[in-house]
């Protein structure tokens, strides 16, 4: 099964960027769809973006199109999430998490539940 470690959190002023690193280990990271989650205090955690496990698909959330952007770099054993134009309302703990697709290489969900492995998060603060 996969291991997910998240990195790259931080404090940031609005209108700031992050990259949030999504490492894996334990099986092979292209096998895998992975997508970015996040959970503000008091509210459902939700999701944010996708990426195929064969790299050719991505969705995002309307609230972050055109702001964050997700890649992958296999060989590197790790996924990214580019973060720019931050918001504060983009405070949260941000998790990656994993779900094998080796024949739906074109799937993607920012739905949680279908997901199987999950990283511990790290924390994005945006404040002034």
């Known amino acids: 099964q996969l291991q997910l470690v998240e990195s790259g959190g931080g404090l940031v002023q609005p209108g700031g960027s992050l990259r949030l690193s999504c490492a894996a280990s334990g099986s092979t990271l292209a096998l895998y769809a992975i997508g970015w989650f996040r959970q503000a205090p008091g509210k459902e955690r939700e999701g944010l973006s996708c990426i195929s496990s064969g790299g050719g698909s991505t969705s995002y959330r309307d609230s972050v199109k055109g702001r964050f952007s997700i890649s992958r770099d296999n060989a590197k054993t790790t996924v990214y999430l580019q973060m720019n134009n931050l918001k504060l309302e983009d405070t949260a703990v941000y998790y990656c998490?994993?779900?094998?697709?080796?024949?739906?290489?074109?799937?993607?969900?920012?739905?949680?539940?279908?997901?199987?492995?999950w990283g511990q998060g790290t924390q994005v603060t945006v404040s002034s």
């Open positions: 998490a994993a779900r094998r697709a080796v024949i739906r290489t074109t799937w993607c969900s920012n739905a949680g539940a279908l997901f199987d492995s």
